[in-house]
């Protein structure tokens, strides 16, 4: 027989969804799994891509974009790559709003969203989390997903916001302060990868990653010589052209550098994984999730059919967790 007393005791399900550029498709996943397993969200949080695909479902539109990610193409890709003269960012970020377009209205606002939504960006100047609860919800994408380096920061309020990942990388607190009893957390930064010196971090080259690791170890402080210190030798140009074509293809054989992207995108990987380590050992989830996506690189949303995949199936991995310790629960 069951418990009437039970009807005044459910408890609400909060998701937490983190950054992590194209590792974010997996919450796509994660979010028809929980529909499968009929665990309702009551709310969502999320950074970056979180936001993204957090926005979406809440619109109800996710399946409409679940299926053009699973058609996207590297030709698509470089479409929504709007360059600028590269004083704040590299890329403008209308193309992208205009591709969010598709499943987000214009007009609409944070407050209509059939599911409660917040969206975690970052403030340039205090470094403080900057979390929308209300507002234009593509304004609020656009914020979120301010790649520093990628995109121009938005201007807001006398300061300027850049990606809700630098601050916020996994928003369980916002889940948390919201009042929500049960919290799912899709953490897209279980590691680090740590990659063989001279190899490209995008795309399909990351098969020639040495190892990857999952532990504290690169919060640790280590003792290190200066002594070994390269300092990089002055370039000579010998010609714009030529120039741009080394820089691009890594021609400069003596020095080995990594390309002005990679070192923005391995920064933001490290220190969107020491701040979820942080973030854990203060705000525990009821269940978290972490696919391994160590080996996708950023920019790979023409890769959406294995993300996912890998969503699923680490979802699969946790199914009795998720309902012994949700669905039993609400």
Known sequence: MKNPFRLFFKKKVGVALGSGGAKGLAHIAVLEYLEQLQIPIHFIAGSSIGAVIGA???????????????KFTKKELLSLIDLTLPR??????????????????????LEDLKIPLEIVATDYYTGACVVFKKGNVLDAIRASVSIPGFFIPVAYNNSFLIDGGVANPLPVDIVSNAG???????????????????ESIFGKSFHKIKSKFKDDTITEAKEVDAKKIT????V???????SIEEWISKKN???????????????IDIMGYSTTVNMLKHYKPTVLIEPDLLAT??????????????????????????????????
């Not at 929500?180 to 001279?198: F, S, W, Y």
């Not at 000579?236 to 052209?241: A, D, N, P, Q, S």
């Not at 969503?311 to 310790?325: D, F, I, P, Q």
């Open 253 to 267: 054989k003596a020095q080995s550098y990594p390309s002005i992207f990679e070192i923005i995108i391995q920064s």
């Open 180 to 198: 929500m009893e049960l919290t799912v957390a899709v953490n897209l930064h279980p590691g680090v990868q740590r990659i063989e010196k001279g």
């Open 297 to 330: 690189g950023t920019l790979d949303f023409y890769d959406a059919y294995r993300i996912m995949t890998v969503g699923y199936k680490t979802c699969e991995a946790k199914r009795s967790e998720l309902v012994k310790r949700i669905a039993r629960k609400i």
């Open 231 to 234: 300092i990089p030798e002055e």
């Open 56 to 70: 979406v479902y809440a619109a109800g539109t996710l399946p409409d974009f679940k299926r053009d990610m699973l």
């Open 236 to 242: 000579k140009l010998t010609g714009i052209i030529k």
């Open 88 to 109: 704040s960012g590299l890329l403008k970020g209308n193309d992208f709003i205009k591709f969010m377009r598709k499943y987000i209205p214009a007009d609409l606002k």
